[in-house]
């Protein structure tokens, strides 16, 4: 009794020599709220006699200072049911070497709470054969966090009766090591519902090996999330089954990421309906093998806003046969920035329908390279707006054979700027029909240098019109050669100008 009434302050400052030296009846007396202020130097004095005379309720007393201060030696000391009596937070002091020392019997006293009281950084130490040791109750006890924690060797050690009995948050909690990690057997044995449990972290860690022997209904339960989360290891894994049983759900949780690591094998698999179903950000994965693989049904059926999001590496891989097969509704969805990574080739694949019906941002976008390899008969089908639309620098890098190839029509539709912005040597080639063409409007553009750069012959197609409407500037531009070389009509006209 005077044991017991003993203040834990008291109790405190036992020495093991002094907490060991106790008599039985001493040590009987004391109570876990004593049990709780004995300290860590002190617990290491406990006799094997006095721990196997400990009570549950000493035992539910003791800290978790003090069950970590227990040795290996005096924890096996402890009968099971001993074991069982110690609190939660008591549990929460066991550690890794406590924990690898556990015998089958101590362990499998545990109980559900005491389980999920267990650290995660010593819960980690559970062996193999202690995993498969652990009853349903234990293992449904453990927390996600602590299936976290588990290493792969103790997850080797779950049967297969035991995957079955994991809980959706259990599942969630593996990593992406831990799933990487499960047998084949472990792996197979998982219901639906379990896959679709498993985070996307745990989903990244699946191999292409474990990826292809996933059931049928595994495979069919995978979410959008979890297809964004797959590894391109996990991606490459999927078969021609699993893609062809793939939803327009699953589909579209392909990421850029995603897309890219498929083989031109896999992509030329989908079916035209699954290829739509595709999202921009998954389109933009597909490199300039894939997008050369797709077959004519699956190009046909990328949609306007698959077209614009088609990565540099996508434009550029469109084979010659696809830019001519592109629909109008296609064509329209290239972005100006697509349209400049275009090859010269590819440019000159486009019918002259397609040219026909690019907007004047397209036309603006094309370079003075791809402009120079348009076709004439691609020329020819420019409109007058679309010819109005270019730029002077753009209509400065039209070769000379394309300037004379100019049709009647876009060659009025040519601005006084458009019409300023010509080479010397472009305006040099002008045919006799279009010289005569030149309206007022367009002689205005006419630049000084242009004006002194026209040959005697080029001089001799102007009418007397053309040269009247002239400005004085522009008259004062002429040679002495040129004026030579005109008709005494076309001087007349001249003196006029400068009337």
Do not use: C
């Not at 006095?50 to 003791?62: D, H, I, K």
């Not at 969805?333 to 440019?347: M, P, V």
Request: glycine share 8%; hydrophobic share 45%.
């Amino acid at each position: 009794t005077q044991i017991a009434a003993l203040a834990v302050t008291a109790l405190a400052g036992l020495t093991p020599t002094q907490l060991a030296g106790l008599t039985t009846q001493q040590f009987s007396a004391l109570t876990a709220g004593q049990m709780w202020g004995l300290t860590s130097t002190a617990i290491t004095g406990l006799t094997n006699t006095e721990l196997t005379a400990m009570t549950s309720a000493q035992l539910n007393g003791l800290s978790s200072t003090a069950v970590a201060a227990l040795s290996t030696a005096q924890l096996n000391v402890l009968k099971p049911t001993q074991i069982a009596a110690l609190s939660a937070m008591g549990m929460s002091g066991l550690t890794d070497t406590h924990m690898a020392a556990l015998t089958p019997a101590q362990l499998a006293a545990l109980t559900p709470t005491q389980i999920a009281a267990v650290s995660t950084s010593t819960i980690g130490y559970l062996t193999g054969s202690q995993i498969d040791g652990l009853t349903s109750s234990q293992l449904s006890a453990l927390t996600a966090t602590q299936m976290g924690a588990l290493s792969v060797l103790a997850l080797g050690g779950l049967s297969t009766t035991d995957m079955l009995q994991l809980t959706s948050a259990q599942l969630a909690g593996l990593t992406a090591t831990s799933v990487r990690f499960l047998s084949s057997e472990q792996l197979q044995i998982l219901k639906g519902t379990q896959i679709a449990a498993l985070s996307g972290t745990g989903i990244s860690g699946l191999s292409s090996s474990q990826v292809s022997s996933l059931t049928t209904t595994q495979f069919s339960a995978l979410t959008p999330a979890q297809i964004s989360s797959l590894s391109s290891d996990g991606i490459q894994g999927l078969t021609s089954t699993e893609l062809a049983a793939l939803t327009p759900t699953q589909l579209n949780g392909f990421t850029t990421a995603g897309v890219a690591a498929l083989n031109a094998t896999q992509i030329s698999g989908l079916t035209s309906t699954q290829i739509t179903a595709l999202s921009a950000n998954g389109i933009g994965g597909l490199s300039e093998t894939l997008i050369s693989s797709l077959s004519p049904a699956q190009f046909g059926a990328l949609s306007a806003t698959q077209i614009a999001s088609l990565s540099q590496q996508g434009i550029q891989g469109l084979t010659t046969a696809q830019m001519a097969a592109l629909t109008n509704t296609q064509l329209g969805a290239l972005t100006a920035t697509e349209i400049g990574y275009l090859s010269t080739t590819q440019i000159a694949a486009l019918t002259p329908t397609h040219i026909k019906n690019l907007s004047s941002t397209q036309l603006g976008a094309l370079s003075r390279m791809q402009l120079r390899y348009l076709t004439l008969d691609q020329l020819g089908a420019l409109t007058a707006t679309q010819i109005g639309s270019l730029s002077t620098s753009q209509i400065a890098n039209l070769t000379t054979e394309e300037i004379q190839a100019l049709t009647s029509t876009q060659f009025s539709a040519l601005s006084a700027d458009q019409i300023g912005a010509l080479t010397i040597t472009q305006f040099n080639n002008l045919t006799s029909g279009e010289m005569n063409q030149l309206t007022e409007s367009q002689l205005n553009g006419l630049s000084t240098t242009q004006i002194g750069g026209l040959t005697t012959t080029q001089v001799g197609q102007l009418t007397p019109f053309q040269i009247e409407s002239l400005a004085p500037v522009q008259i004062d531009a002429f040679t002495s050669t040129q004026i030579a070389a005109m008709t005494p009509a076309q001087v007349a006209a001249l003196q006029m100008a400068l009337a």
